[in-house]
């Protein structure tokens, strides 16, 4: 998929493994793990084979916007990158025609 960031200092944070080291500490490598296979996945209905990734829409205040699992708690929140976001007929998000996604936030823990 292609990824895009809220703001450049986000894409920064993970341009390479020691920018990652360097925001992300003790959770560096599974925020490593989880853009790689962002950034490999032709769509984001292939994130649904990545138990790990547990990659899921969210309710409430973050409706419309989705998220994998860095940790427990911490996450990778991201929302579709198209104009019109592509939809089933019943209106639900069609996640094998997502293949651009805007990251908004990365270790956020929104519980």
């Given at each position: 998929?292609?990824?895009?960031?809220?703001?450049?200092?986000?894409?920064?944070?993970?341009?390479?493994?020691?920018?990652?080291q360097?925001?992300?500490?003790?959770?560096?490598?599974?925020?490593?793990?989880r853009?790689n296979?962002?950034e490999?996945?032709?769509?984001?209905?292939?994130?649904?084979?990545?138990?790990?990734?547990?990659?899921?829409?969210?309710?409430?205040?973050?409706?419309?916007?989705?998220?994998?699992?860095?940790?427990?708690?911490h996450?990778?929140?991201?929302?579709?990158?198209?104009?019109?976001?592509?939809?089933?007929?019943?209106?639900?998000?069609?996640?094998?025609?997502?293949?651009?996604?805007?990251?908004?936030?990365?270790?956020?823990?929104?519980?």
């Amino acid at each position: 998929m292609k990824l895009e960031y809220k703001n450049r200092k986000l894409g920064k944070s993970v341009t390479t493994l020691t920018a990652i080291q360097a925001h992300y500490g003790t959770r560096a490598k599974l925020v490593n793990q989880r853009k790689n296979e962002l950034e490999a996945a032709p769509t984001l209905e292939t994130l649904k084979n990545i138990p790990a990734a547990n990659c899921h829409e969210l309710k409430g205040k973050l409706k419309g916007k989705l998220a994998v699992d860095i940790s427990g708690n911490h996450r990778i929140i991201f929302e579709p990158n198209h104009d019109p976001i592509p939809t089933k007929e019943n209106g639900g998000l069609d996640w094998k025609q997502v293949t651009d996604i805007l990251i908004l936030s990365i270790g956020e823990d929104y519980h």
